[in-house]
């Protein structure tokens, strides 16, 4: 998958279906609710386990456990209609979880994950969004380590003009560079001193499932498995509730901005 193949998606995703076409897709619908969708992605699942903790414990266990919790705070808000790219322990490939995200026109994409480093004092939180070039070394090794789900990546055919594709893709990115700096940013803020953060949490590397270039998104890895006290803050559900009302803080003051609210009216 590369940037100018998913805007060439969306693309040809418009021009074929018309207004017509998308008045039927499942977002079209937040015309009348106004109600903003959320795609909630749990990492990993089936026979990618993710990274695994020095006693066996599955990243993908944690992250399908704290996408389930997330759901339900959000659709208690009443504020909001809420999807996930898995509710069980099923494989399922990034560029699926993409074209998911993309299907349901989500307002906000949101993955879950939970880091494993080489140095295993390290534990707390980071935030990341979407750039070509990572921000640091770290957030370079976590991206290859978080794309290499799918095996070596594939691209997809190309059926409009790239010069079409470049423009579509420059359009929307920029709004969507905003709007994932600001939930990331928002997250960040949220868990401050209440959620163990790494230090700089805001990183930035080339995530295959952020790089829908029409959807604000952001991988958020919630602690470091190769930390034990991390392990036990995340299979804890007393402590992923606390971090579960934080998130679903960072999102309510996400859209609270009258900025994201135009781009979801
Ligand atoms: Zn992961």
Redesign the pocket.
């Known amino acids: 998958m590369c940037l100018n193949c998913d805007a060439t998606r969306r693309g040809l995703l418009r021009f074929s279906l018309g207004a017509a076409g998308l008045a039927a897709l499942p977002g079209r619908a937040r015309a009348i609710s106004q109600k903003p969708l959320i795609m909630l992605d749990p990492?990993?699942g089936g026979h990618d386990p993710?990274?695994i903790a020095p006693d066996g414990y599955y990243?993908k266990t944690i992250?399908l456990a704290t996408g389930l919790e997330l759901h339900h705070a959000l659709l208690e808000t009443g504020r909001y209609r809420v999807a996930m790219t898995r509710k069980r322990d099923d494989f399922i490939s990034l560029e699926e979880r993409v074209n998911m995200a993309l299907e349901h026109r989500a307002d906000l994409f949101l993955s879950l994950?939970?880091d494993h480093l080489p140095e295993q004092n390290l534990r707390g939180a980071s935030i990341f969004t979407l750039s070509n070039k990572a921000s640091d070394k770290l957030a370079a090794a976590v991206a290859q380590?978080?794309n290499s789900a799918d095996g070596p990546p594939r691209d997809a055919p190309v059926r409009v003009s790239p010069q079409v594709a470049d423009i579509l893709a420059s359009l929307e990115t920029r709004a969507t560079k905003i709007g994932s700096a600001t939930i990331a940013n928002n997250i960040a803020n949220a868990f401050a001193n209440k959620i163990p953060l790494l230090p700089d949490p805001e990183r930035s590397a080339n995530f295959a499932v952020l790089r829908d270039p029409s959807i604000p998104s952001t991988l958020l890895?919630m602690g470091c498995l190769s930390n034990a006290a991390d392990e036990q803050r995340l299979r804890d559900p007393r402590q992923r509730q606390m971090l579960v009302a934080r998130l679903a803080d960072a999102i309510n003051k996400y859209f609270s901005d009258p900025v994201q609210l135009r781009v979801v009216g």
């Open positions: 990492g990993h993710g990274a990243e992250t994950h939970c380590d978080e890895e």
